[in-house]
């Protein structure tokens, strides 16, 4: 856990505390600012372990602080992350431990941010949350209320109990291994972001959609400890390290490379929005503005969930469903239709959520239950759908379903 120079930093102190008494095995380091707010003995004192704060430390194994630790731990959590310390991360400056020791890991990265209101609302700030989240990195938003210096807004670190509760839930015990990752030796292919259909060499036809949530899918999928295959379509996103990437246009590219590839995977989780007709053909020349009216000819493109879920020896397979009216059934037809095992369908066409947005809020189906995810950020999303799927695939393997609707209402209340 990273600590870097805000008044935030006196929350950390009870996170560490929460952490530990959850089980966690936790390493403080501290940035020199850090140092003004907290002394390091309250962190040493409540992890139970030496603080770090020094970049080159002689006494460290190879006098390499940020190697050692790197490599040591299984998450890195920066709570509170400062303005300052969210610029430089995102742009891979390197001048402190906490700096270099966010570059040299290769475990799931957590920030908690913490700032002025008007700092947080700033664009540039903005701007490096986005690249950060492109770069794989969970971002745990802010709350809002009464700030230190006296003004109220957005930028509150979130409360210790609600970034314990992100940063477990990562982790789930099973008869096997105590803490071990949900998904850990499961393999994962993800469908994500448009297709493009060509009319010709200049014009297609394409959606809205931004491949946000399936990337932000991936991600989750990494971060639980699965080997993951992203599909993707044409977007303006850095696909997460460690995913084996592949690259499509077309819906006819996209489908070849699901079902080319979908062998050994234990999941295929369809969050692309394939385009469902294509052109008869593309015209080999720029078409020209002549008539009034054209026509253009289409067909039915193939349907990789359709067909996927057919398979003799198939994968548990998601759906989404992105609609704008009477969302539940057209959902629970798509999951009964196409023979699915979940679902998971949102509205577009809304002031927030959905397409070209950071936030999402879901209905999920399958056949036993249904589960509501309140609008939040596609990253809190993609986790919580990733979680609810290991459950349910759990369950189709044991008599004791952790998916089952009841206990997903126990949770849902808790």
Known sequence: ????????????????RLLRKSGADIR?????????FVAPLTFQALSGNPVHSALLDADQENAMGHINLARWADLLLIAPATANCLAKLSHGLADDL???????????????????????HKKVTQ??????????????????????????????????????????GLFQTNTNKSAAFILQGFKV???????????DPVRFISNRSSGKMG?????????????????????SLTAPVNAKVIQVETAAQMYAAVLDN??????????????????????QQKIKKSSEQTTITL??????????????????????????????????????????????????????????????????????????????????????LIRLIANCLAGTRSTDSSCSPEKLNEKNTA
Not at 1 to 14: D, L, P, Q, R, T
Not at 28 to 36: F, G, K, N, S, Y
Not at 324 to 352: C, F, P, S
């Open 98 to 120: 906490l700096s270099t020791l966010y570059l040299a890991a290769t475990c799931p990265v957590y920030i908690a941010p913490a700032m002025n209101q008007a700092m947080w």
């Open 127 to 168: 701007e490096n949350i986005a690249r950060l989240k492109a770069h794989g990195v969970t971002v745990i938003d802010p709350e809002s209320g009464d700030q230190a210096c006296g003004e109220s807004g957005l930028g509150r670190m979130a409360e210790p109990t609600e970034i314990c509760s992100r940063v477990l």
């Open 299 to 384: 067909q039915k493109t193939k349907d990789i969930l359709a067909d996927v879920a057919l398979l003799a020896r198939r994968p548990y397979t998601v759906g989404f469903a992105a609609e704008t009216h009477n969302l539940e059934r057209y959902a629970i037809n798509k999951l009964e239709q196409k023979k699915l095992d979940m679902v998971a369908a949102n509205w577009v066409g809304l002031d927030e959520g959905g397409f070209d947005s950071d936030r999402n809020a879901l209905q999920v189906y399958w056949q036993s239950g249904h589960k509501t995810m309140a609008m939040a950020d596609k990253s809190r999303i993609a986790e919580q």
């Open 215 to 235: 990337y932000a899918l991936a991600q989750a999928a990494l971060n639980a400890g699965a080997e993951v295959t992203l599909v993707s379509g044409p977007v």
């Open 1 to 16: 856990m990273a600590v870097s120079g805000g008044i935030a930093a006196y929350k950390s102190a009870e996170l560490v």
């Open 28 to 36: 403080v380091v501290m940035t020199d600012a850090a140092l003004q």
């Open 189 to 199: 292919m993800i469908s994500a972001g448009p297709t493009r259909e060509p009319l």
């Open 262 to 283: 979908i062998s050994g995977h234990d999941i295929y989780i369809g969050a692309a929005a394939v385009a469902d007709y294509s052109p008869v053909v593309m015209q």
